[in-house]
């Protein structure tokens, strides 16, 4: 093959940016190497750099600015065998530096160019996360106020294990981006260049000042030898082979017929370790052992130790659309801080909704039928009310009945844990 550049589509850069240096490079890099057009892939996000997608006759994938490795490791876990070669700008770098970070640290077999004008120069020249403190840039002092980060150093930190810079201009540009995509593993190629149209305006950047730049901060080698590991991909096709045991999902078959099948809607209102969401899967396993569909919405605190806990269950004959609580049919009132959470729900109840509530809480008025249990009386241990309160549900032939309860937690629990929870439902017999 003669070249890969699609001449359908010519290079469109302004007169004298080296993206056009490197473009051709690349070109040469492919060609040199005889790689296959269909088994190639090279994926860009936005900014200048995000045009090569166009210029090659490979497979290609342009997306959001800053996320194209994310993509790419995407193209190479699902097929292994393509050549995934990633162009991406200095303002693509600075905005998707999280995956930049992530993809050393992984050693997916990934080619990434970084093409460095130290500036957006598709957006008006604006400074980016490698702009020099003392340039001249669209956006006014910004740069002087941040130090311009040294992604190859960043890169050998974060664990990559090939990391080079070189000039755009280079003449040797292309044998060190087919040494970069030769090596198993991540690799970064950081080559630095003129932007004609925004940053060279302004600021005094030649072939000689970028070889200067390179002379004080060099880097070394390409390989990082500290970093050496297996390539991600292998590794975890190697761990996927050798895990052989799986958790196995469960299947509940009907084994019950409810007396009264018309959808019902359950809320429990707690607190924090009061085992509220357990509960409502419960709930969930003995819908299920009916034949019914069902649902479950939970409301906790992002602290997890703290607050309420609240869980909100539909059981339905039909399928379920949507997912919230209209009539509740049994709510569960077990802590003050589930009740406040949810207090607006105990105006609207009907005389037909029942009302389970521990003495000791509180609840606003309601129109629905209330039955109180003294759990503390029963020596129940708090994070065992909700459990007992489907025991007490159980026992009054109110949504479900004991057999139905028994298999859930046969379902959801080990033996011992399934004893244990027994118990608790025998205290309400």
Request: aromatic share 6%.
């Amino acid at each position: 093959m003669t070249s890969f550049l699609n001449t359908n589509r010519p290079l469109v850069f302004c007169p004298g940016c080296t993206h056009e240096r490197i473009t051709k490079g690349l070109d040469k890099t492919l060609i040199d190497m005889g790689l296959e057009p269909d088994k190639t892939v090279i994926v860009t996000d936005i900014g200048c750099s995000g045009l090569f997608d166009t210029f090659f006759n490979v497979h290609a994938l342009h997306g959001v600015h800053g996320r194209a490795l994310t993509y790419a490791a995407g193209l190479k876990l699902a097929d292994p065998s393509l050549t995934v070669i990633v162009t991406m700008g200095d303002g693509g770098l600075g905005i998707g530096g999280a995956h930049v970070l992530a993809a050393c640290r992984k050693n997916l077999d990934l080619t990434l160019i970084i093409l460095n004008n130290f500036n957006f120069g598709m957006t008006g020249g604006q400074y980016s996360a490698t702009t020099p403190m003392d340039a001249v840039v669209g956006s006014e002092f910004l740069n002087q106020a941040e130090m311009p980060i040294n992604i190859c150093e960043i890169a050998k930190s974060a664990g990559a294990t090939y990391v080079s810079k070189c000039s755009g201009l280079d003449p040797a540009l292309p044998e060190e981006l087919a040494k970069a995509i030769h090596h198993e593993g991540f690799s970064i190629v950081e080559t630095l260049g003129m932007c004609t149209g925004r940053y060279t305006k302004k600021n005094s950047l030649t072939p000689k000042v970028i070889d200067q730049m390179i002379q004080d901060q060099p880097v070394e080698g390409g390989v990082v030898e500290k970093n050496q590991r297996p390539e991600y991909g292998q590794l975890y096709r190697k761990l996927a082979r050798e895990k052989t045991q799986f958790p196995q999902a469960l299947t509940i078959e009907k084994s019950f017929d409810l007396v009264d099948s018309q959808r019902q809607e359950v809320v429990i209102l707690g607190s924090a370790g009061m085992r509220i969401v357990t509960a409502g899967e419960i709930v969930c396993y003995a819908g299920i052992s009916a034949g019914m569909n069902v649902s479950i919405k939970n409301d906790y605190n992002i602290t997890v130790l703290r607050g309420q806990s609240v869980s909100e269950i539909l059981l339905s004959p039909e399928k379920i659309g949507y997912t919230g609580i209209e009539s509740p049919t049994v709510v569960m009132a077990l802590s003050e801080e589930g009740v406040q959470r949810r207090s607006k729900i105990f105006k609207s109840l009907k005389p037909a909704t029942i009302v389970l509530k521990e003495k000791s809480v509180g609840i606003p008025e309601t129109a629905a039928r209330v039955i109180e249990v003294d759990f503390k009386e029963l020596k129940i241990k708090k994070q065992d009310w909700a459990l007992a309160s489907l025991g007490l549900l159980a026992k009054e032939k109110i949504l479900f009945s004991k057999e139905m309860v028994a298999f859930a937690l046969k379902s959801r629990f080990n033996k011992k844990v399934y004893a244990l929870a027994m118990e608790t439902i025998e205290k309400m017999y």
